[in-house]
């Protein structure tokens, strides 16, 4: 699959501003810091696509990129970068703000096929573990990445794999993908994951 085009569509502070429902979203959610925009950059091969912050929780809108293949199943397909979670020193009129929008997005856009779950590949955190029972109450799809990966050695990520999967009791057939945005590990499964769950 080859990625034909990508763009910054539209950052959204309120769900009046989303773009019209239609078409395959997959969602990003994890917490400030854990790596959303860079897995966006490196995902889609395109440098400075999503601003890497380097001040934690400084995005706050739901943001939308539009994607083109040449693959048929994920065309129009839209990545949507949702706002960090847990990052303590954010107002808390932001973070009244954050749970409605984060929730409406989705609870109620049906463009949206699966989320990618971020956690920081060295270990979850109580909010993390709070979250991902959320998404599943809601039934959606997850794909667990565990970006960082490169700051592990390979017994320590098999390790903190095995507790990933024990925290958030996910089954062998639950996907749970080792990534690094700095090396590109884990891209061509990220994107087999990807099709597969449009499939299913
Ligand atoms: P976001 O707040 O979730 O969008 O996180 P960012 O993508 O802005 O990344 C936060 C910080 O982590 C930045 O300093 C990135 O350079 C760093 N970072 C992100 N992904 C990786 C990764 O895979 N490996 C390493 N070593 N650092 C990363």
Not at 80 to 90: I, K, M, Q, S
Not at 113 to 131: K, Y
């Amino acid at each position: 699959m080859r990625i034909v085009g990508a763009e910054f569509t539209r950052s959204c502070v309120a769900p009046e501003q989303f773009p019209p429902d239609r078409g395959i979203e997959f969602a990003i959610v994890g917490r400030s810091n854990v790596g959303k925009s860079s897995l966006i950059n490196r995902l889609v091969q395109q440098k400075g696509l999503a601003h890497v912050s380097r001040t934690p929780g400084k995005t706050q809108a739901v943001n939308f990129f539009d994607l083109r293949t040449n693959d048929r199943a994920l065309s129009p397909f839209r990545l949507v970068d949702l706002p960090g979670y847990g990052y303590a020193r954010v107002s808390k009129a932001l973070r009244a703000q954050w749970g409605p929008l984060i929730q409406r997005y989705l609870c109620e856009r049906r463009s949206l096929a699966c989320v990618l779950f971020l956690i920081d590949a060295r270990g979850s955190e109580p909010t993390d573990v709070a979250t991902f029972e959320w998404l599943r109450s809601l039934k959606l799809p997850v794909i667990v990445v565990m970006t960082k990966s490169d700051k592990l050695g390979r017994g320590e990520r098999r390790a903190c794999e095995e507790t990933v999967r024990e925290t958030f009791l996910l089954t062998e057939a639950d996907p749970v993908i080792q990534w690094s945005s700095v090396t590109g590990e884990g891209r061509d499964r990220l994107w087999q994951a990807i099709r597969e769950a449009v499939r299913t």
